[in-house]
């Protein structure tokens, strides 16, 4: 007879958080547009993952074109994405290099701070602090 898997077994367990986190991950934005873009735009927004409308605080957006040199507006992507790691208990993975050189000139990562592998890791204080202080334009992705 089959022994039936119990809701403890690590296997489930698994199984069930990365449906979880594909869930959450529904309302990560599926194409990025340049800074660039989203100020040209009336109404910037985006699409989700899930295919729903993802607006842009136009606010947010001109604040960081005003302190943001024209080069980055071309190449910097939002929003920024963070990934989140269960298994990182303190930080979250950053890899745009554009957004590493954003948040360096706004003075939210100190400027020796640098890729390494294509990877940096943030604090999670410090990215639950963008999120807040730069809303629509910093998400968090799980996994």
């Known amino acids: ?8 077994d690590e296997s489930v367990f698994s199984r069930w958080m990365s449906l979880e986190m594909g869930r959450i991950n529904q309302g990560i934005v599926e194409r990025r547009k340049t800074l660039a873009e989203l100020l040209r735009e009336d109404s910037p927004s985006s699409v989700t993952k899930e295919g729903k409308e993802y607006r842009f605080h136009r606010e947010v957006l001109q604040q960081l074109g005003e302190k943001l040199p024209g080069s980055l507006h071309r190449r910097l992507r939002l929003p920024i994405l963070f990934h989140f790691d269960p298994d990182v208990k303190d930080s979250c993975l950053l890899t745009d290099p554009a957004a590493v050189e954003a948040l360096k000139v706004l003075g939210e990562i100190g ?3 640098q890729l390494r592998d294509g990877k940096l890791w943030v604090g ?5 602090s963008l999120i807040r202080k730069y809303p629509t334009v910093v998400q968090m992705a799980m996994g």
């Open 111 to 113: 400027s020796l701070r």
């Open 124 to 128: 999670r204080a410090i990215v639950y």
């Open 1 to 8: 007879m089959d022994r039936r898997p119990c809701i403890t």
